[in-house]
């Protein structure tokens, strides 16, 4: 009715087909290359979209194969995804190097979720916690691989990359020369909270960085002379080091208030949100020695956005709801 035509004068001689070209890669192809993946050992996930095509033995017309292979029978790597992707939702995606959290720990982060929603029940009583982590820069890479599978299927025992001490890989030599550039590593203690950043950087004795009883308790009385006439209460992972008795004993000798986060619960501290964009922002630079590694860091951490930070601790109670209400324990997008 639009055009002004007769439907049948389309499919008469000597009149143009306006209806355009059919789709080169149909619904229900692209729906047996998602089954096919949905299906497939972890290994034939990493393979490229052409060769999952040829694997899911799809058929490509004659005409669409490409002019410089004439024995290609394979679509673009872009038209397949985007086609799996439509009626799937499967996308490539960095391989979890975990499995999913045990029903165990899923229980008790609801619980504790509940415990300081409770205590804490909007996000002004959140303004005045300070989450502290350990970070460990150096300047090599990490290596996982990129897979397809679908939303909110991360930590399926088949979409996980298993490989010894949890770790991708590197046995190449350039690997090895990328493994000494790592040795020029350094460690930061670093705070966030509402209105606060502080940082110091720390040498624990071990190659690791791994933090110890002794080394915390010499950088806490640091922080709290930061903190000096605030009312902050400090968030602690529970690594071994900050759940020692002395550590414990400490704080509750100094008045410093302080919550221990539930195990295997990185998602539940603002500080660990942050990490990723401080290292992507702090690797844009190349750095070749630890203590220009330090100054890097200072200077993107002196760069952070306040505001920024700010919105994500009032949000905080949300954040706790979607631990309890939207995914019942597992971990969350944060």
Same mark, same amino acid.
């Given at each position: 009715?639009?055009?002004?035509?007769?439907?049948?004068?389309?499919?008469?001689? +000597?009149?143009?087909?306006?209806?355009?070209?059919?789709?080169?890669?149909t619904?229900?192809?692209?729906?047996?290359?998602?089954?096919?993946?949905?299906?497939?050992?972890?290994?034939?996930?990493?393979?490229?979209w052409?060769?999952?095509?040829?694997?899911?033995?799809i058929?490509?017309?004659?005409e669409?194969?490409?002019?410089?292979?004439?024995?290609?029978?394979?679509?673009?790597?872009?038209l397949?995804?985007?086609?799996?992707?439509?009626?799937?939702?499967?996308?490539?995606?960095?391989a979890?190097?975990?499995?999913?959290?045990?029903?165990?720990?899923?229980?008790?982060?609801?619980?504790?979720?509940?415990?300081?929603?409770?205590?804490?029940p909007n996000?002004?009583?959140?303004?005045?916690?300070?989450?502290?982590?350990e970070? @460990?820069?150096?300047?090599g890479?990490?290596?996982?691989?990129?897979?397809?599978?679908?939303?909110?299927?991360?930590?399926?025992?088949?979409?996980?990359?298993?490989?010894?001490g949890?770790?991708?890989?590197?046995?190449?030599?350039?690997?090895?020369?990328?493994?000494?550039?790592?040795?020029?590593?350094?460690?930061?203690?670093t705070?966030?909270?509402?209105?606060?950043?502080?940082?110091?950087?720390? +040498?624990?004795?071990?190659?690791?960085?791994?933090?110890?009883?002794?080394?915390?308790?010499k950088?806490?009385?640091h922080?709290?002379?930061?903190?000096?006439?605030?009312?902050?209460?400090?968030?602690?992972?529970?690594?071994?080091? @900050?759940?020692?008795?002395?550590?414990?004993?400490w704080?509750?000798?100094?008045?410093?208030? /302080?919550?221990?986060?539930?195990?295997?619960?990185? +998602?539940?501290?603002?500080?660990?949100?942050?990490?990723?964009?401080?290292?992507q922002?702090?690797?844009?630079?190349?750095?070749?020695?630890?203590s220009?590694?330090?100054?890097?860091?200072?200077?993107?951490?002196?760069?952070?956005?306040?505001?920024?930070?700010?919105?994500?601790?009032?949000?905080?109670?949300?954040r706790?709801?979607?631990?309890? @209400?939207?995914?019942?324990?597992?971990?969350t997008? /944060?």
């Open positions: 009715m639009a055009s002004g035509r007769a439907r049948w004068l389309q499919n008469q001689q +000597d009149v143009v087909d306006n209806r355009g070209a059919t789709r080169q890669l619904r229900q192809q692209a729906t047996l290359i998602a089954e096919y993946v949905d299906n497939a050992e972890f290994d034939e996930k990493a393979l490229t052409e060769d999952l095509q040829e694997a899911a033995h058929p490509i017309a004659h669409l194969r490409r002019a410089s292979d004439g024995n290609s029978s394979t679509y673009s790597s872009n397949i995804q985007s086609r799996v992707t439509e009626v799937s939702g499967i996308k490539t995606c960095k979890a190097i975990k499995e999913e959290l045990p029903e165990a720990i899923r229980t008790q982060r609801v619980f504790w979720a509940n415990l300081q929603l409770s205590a804490r996000y002004l009583f959140w303004r005045d916690v300070i989450w502290c982590d970070l @460990h820069w150096s300047a890479p990490r290596y996982a691989k990129r897979i397809k599978r679908r939303p909110n299927q991360r930590f399926r025992p088949e979409n996980v990359q298993y490989n010894a949890g770790r991708p890989k590197n046995n190449s030599e350039k690997g090895q020369q990328q493994n000494e550039v790592c040795e020029q590593k350094f460690h930061i203690f705070v966030l909270g509402y209105n606060f950043a502080w940082a110091i950087e720390y +040498d624990a004795g071990n190659s690791n960085g791994k933090m110890n009883r002794q080394t915390f308790l950088i806490l009385p922080l709290r002379d930061a903190v000096l006439g605030q009312d902050r209460v400090l968030y602690m992972d529970r690594d071994s080091a @900050h759940c020692s008795p002395d550590v414990l004993r704080l509750e000798m100094n008045g410093m208030e /302080y919550i221990l986060a539930p195990p295997a619960s990185p +998602d539940m501290s603002i500080m660990e949100t942050w990490v990723k964009p401080i290292r922002r702090f690797f844009r630079r190349q750095m070749k020695t630890a220009a590694g330090v100054q890097r860091f200072y200077e993107v951490w002196q760069s952070l956005d306040p505001k920024k930070i700010n919105r994500i601790i009032d949000s905080y109670p949300a706790l709801h979607e631990v309890i @209400h939207v995914t019942e324990g597992r971990m997008k /944060y």
